[in-house]
């Protein structure tokens, strides 16, 4: 393992694996990642993959487009599939006020040269035969959405870095991160690792890793359920997979995952998880599944797909979800700590990692971002924030789930 470089960056998700790829791409091949125990093992490992172009802030939709790219770029480089299915996206529109803002929205997809249309509820019925269309007002349509396997986006860009010059190194959990002189010093189980940069992808661990630096960073995980359906015989009928869709009225997002469906709920009381520290032998690990406490959604769910009632739960799965006090990643440098620089905090990981792994990288390297977006930036909350303010926060943005802002 290098002793010294230019660029550590500590954790190996989807995000940590794309600030390597770009800075490696961008030439600074003296970068090594460090990841505690396997690629993906923290919240990537069992995330759902969407990939969408939807976003209200035109500035975010810039990283979802680069997400995807950077992903179908690295598989292309690497040879790694990344089982990319390009099914589209709809965002219904529960209420009048929705679809007058898809709308407003079209100009922005139109500058970006994002395919974007507004759909009626019967072109949505075509679209999508299974949802009732009877209580919507019809949908944004973004055309080019899809979603990837996580593991295999997190290896195709791990491996395109490595061929560009790059290093990781797998079961090297860094202990401390300290200032030395005119570098940063990173103690692992492997011997120091002395770097001009260090990256902090760590997402909810980095909380505790940077509390020494006497650093508060308003990072903490809820509990965030998906289930996965036994098979949908009209799903199973047909020759092409159903555009993927999201919905504020039941607060939550749907694929199609083989012949059923992948739903993910937000519900209105989110539970938190690990608010006094992560367990120190915590690993690719889930929680038990508590479908009680999202019945609610999951009874609109069926009222808007009733084929999901009728079919059978297949897999629950309960993990950890990185919030911050607005539901925005921290990307940039931290402030009268040169060279340190944040990468944390993502609860979209795979839809906004490959996009912000550019950004960041762009930073770093050309010392500016690559385009203004001061809404990630790793400053905003200050060092102050209690736990208290920061978790009414997260659960007021998590229980909003899918609603959109009044302005964009």
Known sequence: MKSDVQVAIIGGGIVGASVLYWLAKMGWTGSVLLERRELTSGSTWHAAGNTTYFGPYPAMTRLFAGSIRTYQQAESESDQSISFHQTGGLRLAATKRELELFKVYESYYAQLGIPYHIRTPEEVGQLHPLIQT??????????????????GATQALAKAARGFGA????HCPVTAVYRDDAAWMLETDKGNVRAQHVVVATSFWARELLAPLKLNVPLYATQHQEMITETIPELAAMDIEVPAWRDSYVSCSV????HGV????????????????IPKDFKEELFPSE??????????LIERMPSFGEAGIKITNNGPMCWTPDGLP???????????WLAAGFNVGIGTGGGSGEFLAHWITQGKPLFELEAVHADRFGNDMSTEDALKKI??????????PDRI
Request: proline content about 8%; overall charge negative.
């Open 167 to 170: 290093q990781i190194e797998r």
């Open 395 to 404: 659960r007021a943005v998590y229980a909003r789930g899918y609603q959109l």
């Open 134 to 151: 009877d209580q919507i007002f019809g949908a944004a349509h973004t055309p080019t959405d899809g979603h990837v396997d996580p593991t």
């Open 330 to 340: 921290m990307l940039g440098p931290v402030p009268e700590h040169e060279g340190l």
């Open 255 to 258: 694929r199609q995952e083989a």
């Open 262 to 277: 992948l739903a993910g709920v937000y519900e209105s009381e989110p539970k938190f998880w690990a608010l006094d520290g």
């Open 291 to 300: 479908l009680d406490r999202i019945m609610p959604h999951l009874e609109r």
